[in-house]
């Protein structure tokens, strides 16, 4: 099977200084090191740089010597964080996600970290001011729903993009409340507290931007970063983790992982930034920033998913094409030439969003942001036909959903009617007579004409009326 090794919980487990700031370059941007190392060691990190994957490396010389020869030389564990703030995770998360399965297709074990625990504490990275607090109830929901999106999309990453050309490594889903809830406040602040320094967290980013904001910071958000940490530390000891992604916004965590392992063991370890993914106008595609695409069915459909991507601006899409597709750079390249050449078939944009909309959903998911496109798109009485019940709502989500029974001599405004659809009275009839009325994106003017099966009634059983430009009802024929 293809899930047969997205695990859930379970990797084989491994057996057996002076501030970060007073170095005076404690990362560096990835590609000036990696163009200065061998190519047969930073292989996959200098791919992984010229998709636009990899933005930063810490410590400086990571990406110059040690990390490429780390990877080289045996599969290694990689580990990206997830807080469960929402029941879902975001394109904004995506390129973590994808930056994971890069290398787990290079062989290395990638760990998926669910913070059920760190999202009851809440990181203040880019905040303004502190988050909304989350029930332990809301986090364990939140973390279950996520678990399964993770398992899926590693199960779709391993079924349709993986050539066989060599072994996967595996891929594990953890949740970092299985090694918090054991801990007293007392035993973790003497076991861990003791080796951060109050300087080196006070002059953290995240920290002083949030010191100078009119709400301050709780003393709950400013060890954020000590719980981060130890997840690393934790991952270090249990399945020998030395490398974790994260994105820009997570450098000063990356570092305060990295320098309390240096402390506690002296084993080096290594962060590796990915860039935020932002709009056509900069603004950051995450939840709270009011433009959220889901990745779970029920709050974004992989037709809205497909369309998303369908709609990214030409200046975007190779971009995208290089971040969020696992295509070949090449065939990037190929696919611009063909946009250049006649734009208005905008063969790059459907290429992205059937990649990802595959990648997220899977093919039948795929299948669907098709079937919908066209039943919305080009008016295909076909792909009506072809679509379930539950398509139909995902693509008409404010339409109402309407059981009805079919009887002998239904005609087109009876339909309206029982759907209150239209005004009662002469207004409702005229509105039909007047052309206001579409049913299967055939217009019906005739108010006394009675419902003709497959004209009026798709095959399915369904029929799709529309009054006006953007009221839709769905209704589905129960017969007798």
């Known amino acids: 099977m293809a899930a047969s090794m997205v695990r859930s919980c379970c990797l084989v487990p491994r057996h057996g200084s002076s501030s ?284 809205e998913l497909y369309q998303f991507f369908v709609r990214q601006p030409d200046a975007s899409v190779e971009g995208y094409l290089k971040l969020f597709t696992f295509l070949p750079l090449a065939e990037v390249e190929k696919l611009m030439e063909q946009q250049r050449e006649d734009p208005s078939k905008r063969l790059a944009h459907k290429r992205l969003a059937a990649e990802v909309t595959k990648l997220v959903h899977g093919k039948e998911g795929l299948e669907s942001a098709k079937r919908c496109t066209n039943a919305l798109y080009h008016s295909s009485v076909q792909a009506l036909e072809e679509m379930s019940d539950a398509e139909l709502q995902e693509l008409f989500r404010e339409a109402s959903f309407n059981e009805l029974l079919l009887e002998p001599g239904t005609t087109v405004i009876d339909a309206c009617r029982k759907v209150n659809a239209i005004p009662e009275g002469t207004r409702g009839y005229r509105m039909v007579s007047d052309g206001a009325v579409w049913i299967n994106h055939k217009q019906a003017d005739k108010p006394e004409q009675v419902l003709i099966p497959k004209l009026h009634i798709l095959s399915n059983g369904l029929t799709l009326l529309r009054v006006g430009k953007k009221n839709f009802y769905i209704i589905k024929w129960v017969s007798l």
């Open 20 to 303: 970060l700031f007073r170095r005076t370059r404690p990362f560096l941007t990835l590609k000036s090191k990696l163009h200065r190392s061998s190519p047969a060691h930073s292989g996959l990190l200098l791919s992984l740089n010229k998709r636009g994957i990899l933005k930063e490396s810490f410590p400086a010389d990571a990406a110059q010597d040690q990390l490429p020869r780390l990877l080289q030389s045996a599969a290694q564990t990689v580990y990206c964080g997830f807080d469960p703030t929402a029941d879902s995770l975001h394109v904004g998360n995506l390129l973590a996600i994808i930056g994971l399965l890069h290398f787990r297709s290079a062989g290395h074990h990638v760990l998926a970290v669910l913070g059920g625990a760190t999202a009851q504490i809440g990181d203040p990275s880019g905040k303004t001011s502190e988050r909304e607090r989350l029930s332990a109830d809301v986090v364990e929901e939140n973390t279950r729903s996520i678990r399964e999106s993770l398992q899926r999309i590693f199960s779709n990453h391993e079924l349709h993009f993986h050539d066989g050309s060599r072994p996967l490594g595996s891929a594990t889903v953890l949740n970092n409340l299985s090694w918090y809830k054991n801990w007293g406040v007392v035993g973790f602040l003497s076991e861990a507290g003791r080796h951060f320094r109050m300087g080196t967290m006070l002059s953290r980013h995240s920290v002083q931007a949030r010191l100078r904001s009119t709400d301050g910071m709780s003393l709950t958000e400013f060890t954020y970063q000590v719980f981060q940490a130890y997840d690393f530390h934790h991952l270090n000891q249990i399945y020998g983790c030395k490398i974790q992604l994260g994105g820009t916004d997570q450098l000063g965590n990356l570092m305060s992982g990295h320098e309390y392992i240096h402390k506690v063991t002296g084993e080096e370890v290594y962060g590796l930034t990915i860039p935020l993914v932002t709009s056509s106008v900069g603004d950051k595609l995450g939840k709270t920033a009011g433009n959220a695409v889901w990745l779970n069915r029920d709050k974004t459909s992989p037709f």
